[in-house]
């Protein structure tokens, strides 16, 4: 958006950069039933870091479950119940600090 100034008989125009107030209060707080952060072919190292860093959040909103494949590996599935954006986000920071983005899926 662009705003003018008056300023010493000068016009000149500046860009005003204006934060979606709206999206950043209710948008982080909606709530949905669940959301499933899925993390897919997972180690024993990074089953116990998962597990740890979910563990630091206590919260029962968050859960953690190892699901095995038909493939026989093993996938890392934290599910977020209610889930908030606000709190989805909590959820991947973790996740991320710990596995690479595409091997991330999320579901709801």
Do not use: C, W
């Not at 958006?1 to 008056?6: A, I, N, T, V």
């Not at 859960?63 to 889930?83: C, Y």
């Amino acid at each position: 958006m662009f705003q003018e100034h008056e300023r010493s008989g000068t016009l000149r125009t500046s860009n005003v950069i204006e934060k979606p107030n709206s999206l950043n209060q209710k948008g982080m707080e909606e709530v949905i039933d669940r959301v499933d952060v899925r993390i897919n072919n997972v180690d024993i190292v990074e089953i116990s870091q998962l597990t740890t860093g979910v563990y630091d959040l206590k919260s029962p909103q968050f859960r953690e479950e190892i699901v095995k494949t038909h493939q026989g590996m093993n996938d890392f599935v934290l599910t977020v119940s209610p889930a908030s954006l606000h709190q989805v986000k909590t959820a991947l920071q973790v996740v991320l600090k710990i596995v690479t983005a595409d091997r991330v899926a999320i579901e709801t």
